[in-house]
């Protein structure tokens, strides 16, 4: 943590920097900034040296922002507020990982660290990865605020039950640990005639063609193709879920992720069936411990309505009292101001 030079008359509270459709800035400092009442806050994705001459107290940013806005902060005294959400390690799998090493990404998330005055963070596991170069670190798990037109609760019947994913472009590998279990359900005549494959967020990529063709089988299963959404948007496609699938491949970055997706279902009150690894560990979910799990689990949600009622009500229940928005809004308030 660097040692602050200068002490400015303070006008504005925060300002948020948001890089225009981030998924993570939009739930690890949009969001919360927008729902934080009694501050002067302003979010912006352009900061220059006459937005910082405005008299803030902090500037706040998920992972990385250019260096010329980070040497202005430190140059006129800010208090700089960097989040990180993600481990800076990619695995060689990722559909970054040449990206990443070619621009030397984990020198840059390294220096911003520790930059920082403050780094929040959103477990514990991902908080020691970050001790090294910064101690002032403040644990601020993701969470689902209520009572805002961007998380509506709007299931929406269908004819078949839906199995349901949203995600990115970097998920191919985690969605080939679906793959017996889509095939078993193609060769299941009952299941197949009773099951919608709904997948969210496709863009045109040919990465993102095998996931499609994955989830579907080869679109030999009856399913549902969703565009991306904007962050602001993507909550909605919720309305066409029934049983959530949160597919991970363990590895350690992938171990460093948050629990959001099934924060999101939570918030839903679906249920969800994931792989048992971190970050989904000590959840009231179904475990797909091995490649058959997954089918196991599909077929008794698919039989059993109040199961499914029952499991996703009691997640729901669990997040709302371990993952309540405000009182964690309120910690990352305290470490912001």
């Known amino acids: 943590m660097r040692k602050r030079i200068k002490v400015i008359k303070h006008n504005m509270d925060i300002l948020g920097l948001v890089g225009k459709d981030s998924g993570p800035g939009f739930h690890r400092v949009l969001m919360p900034l927008l729902m934080m009442p009694g501050l002067n806050t302003r979010i912006t994705n352009f900061a220059?040296?006459?937005?910082?001459?405005?008299?803030?107290?902090?500037?706040?940013?998920?992972?990385?922002?250019?260096?010329s806005v980070v040497n202005?902060?430190?140059?006129?005294?800010?208090?700089?507020?960097v989040d990180v959400d993600d481990h800076w390690h990619l695995p060689p799998s990722h559909i970054a990982?040449?990206?990443?090493r070619r621009n030397s990404f984990a020198a840059i998330q390294k220096r911003h660290i520790q930059q920082a005055d403050v780094v929040t963070t959103t477990h514990e596991r991902l908080a020691e990865q970050i001790y090294p170069f910064n101690k002032n670190v403040v644990v601020l798990p993701n969470a689902i605020p209520h009572h805002t037109e961007y998380f509506p609760v709007c299931h929406t019947p269908g004819e078949r039950i839906r199995l349901f994913w949203q995600g990115s472009i970097t998920h191919q590998a985690d969605m080939r640990l679906l793959a017996p279990a889509i095939k078993g359900i193609q060769h299941h005549a009952e299941l197949n005639r009773q099951l919608m494959m709904v997948l969210c967020g496709y863009t045109k990529h040919p990465a993102w063609d095998a996931m499609v063709s994955t989830?579907?089988?080869?679109?030999?299963?009856?399913?549902?193709?969703?565009?991306?959404?904007?962050?602001?948007?993507?909550?909605?496609?919720y309305g066409l879920a029934d049983i959530c699938?949160?597919?991970?491949?363990?590895?350690?970055?992938?171990?460093?992720?948050?629990?959001?997706?099934?924060?999101?279902?939570a918030h839903s009150a679906l249920p969800v069936i994931t792989s048992k690894v971190h970050p989904y560990l000590g959840l009231p979910v179904l475990y797909a411990n091995k490649p058959t799990d997954w089918l196991t689990h599909i077929r008794a949600l698919v039989n059993?309505?109040?199961?499914?009622?029952?499991?996703?009500?009691?997640l729901q229940a669990h997040c709302a009292q371990h993952y309540d928005f405000d009182t964690i809004n309120q910690q990352?308030?305290?470490?912001l101001v």
Request: charged letters at 30%.
């Open 304 to 314: 059993d309505e109040a199961m499914r009622k029952e499991l996703g009500q009691h």
């Open 48 to 67: 220059d040296e006459a937005e910082l001459a405005k008299g803030y107290h902090t500037v706040y940013y998920n992972r990385h922002v250019d260096d």
């Open 215 to 237: 989830y579907t089988n080869g679109l030999k299963l009856k399913g549902a193709i969703m565009p991306a959404a904007s962050p602001f948007e993507y909550y909605r496609n």
């Open 332 to 335: 990352r308030r305290e470490a």
């Open 245 to 265: 699938l949160a597919p991970l491949a363990k590895n350690a970055f992938n171990s460093f992720k948050s629990n959001l997706k099934v924060l999101e279902a």
């Open 97 to 100: 990982y040449h990206d990443y």
């Open 72 to 81: 202005l902060c430190i140059k006129k005294g800010l208090k700089i507020a």
